[in-house]
């Protein structure tokens, strides 16, 4: 396993644009399957995307028109976009890896970023 | 509402067993893998079970998947204290264009 830890603000403007990015130790991401997932205060838990070592990506279509992943393989990094936000994305966010959907076996601690209504 | 099914809760008492279930579809379940996940408050999500049955090294014998069909069961014998916490089970889904993961909604496990 290795050790994911997500970085960015904890608070958003609404109509502004949530910017996240999870740095990875102790594997490369060139391996992995790098997801993002949210999850609403008391609520479960919500796949926002995925994004491999080629760039390839999968979105959750509820998300797609809004979301954007990139890696940064020489940092060991890939970051998480989300445009437009609005309270409802308020969120606690995780950035995990995995093999292959839906095994992740690392995990982030997870960060809390709210958006004002 | 989630695309896999769920129990809102379970509850029982310390050494005992419970099952959780999650049901879905044949766009889901009916052929992918489910893993599940625990949950302890205040913590990132812990994978315990993949591919249907397998435990990643470490997770205790005391967990166990299942699945059949469309419906998917963790099992937890000899239940502690520690095990109280949120249970999640989640699959590809491959009616989302073109695919992605589904949660269920998640389960409650209280110890009694």
């Known amino acids: 396993q290795v050790q994911l830890q997500e970085s960015g603000p904890g608070l958003v403007k609404p109509s502004e644009t949530l910017s996240l990015t999870c740095t990875v130790s102790g594997g490369s991401i060139s391996t992995y399957y790098c997801n993002w997932i949210r999850q609403p205060a008391g609520k479960g838990l919500e796949w926002i995307g995925r994004i491999y070592s080629s760039g390839s990506t999968n979105y959750n279509p509820s998300l797609k028109s809004r979301v954007t992943m990139s890696l940064d393989t020489s940092k060991n990094q890939f970051s998480l976009r989300l445009r437009s936000v609005t309270a409802a994305d308020t969120a606690v966010y995780y950035c995990?890896?995995?093999?292959?959907?839906?095994?992740?076996?690392?995990w982030g601690q997870g960060t809390l970023v709210t958006v004002p209504s | 509402q989630s695309v896999l099914t769920q129990p809102p809760s379970v509850s029982a008492a310390p050494g005992q067993r419970v099952t959780i279930s999650c049901s879905g579809s044949t766009s889901n379940l009916g052929n992918s893998y489910v893993c599940w996940y625990q949950q302890l408050p205040g913590t990132a999500p812990k994978l315990l079970i993949f591919d249907n049955d397998k435990r990643p090294s470490g997770i205790p014998d005391r967990f166990s998947g299942s699945k059949s069909g469309t419906s998917a069961t963790l099992g937890i014998t000899g239940l502690q204290t520690g095990d109280e916490a949120d249970y999640y089970c989640?699959?590809?889904?491959?009616?989302?264009?073109?695919?992605?993961?589904?949660f269920g909604g998640g389960t409650k496990l209280t110890v009694l």
């Open positions: 995990a890896t995995g093999v292959a959907a839906p095994e992740f076996d690392s």
């Open positions: 989640a699959t590809w889904d491959s009616s989302l264009n073109p695919g992605g993961v589904v």
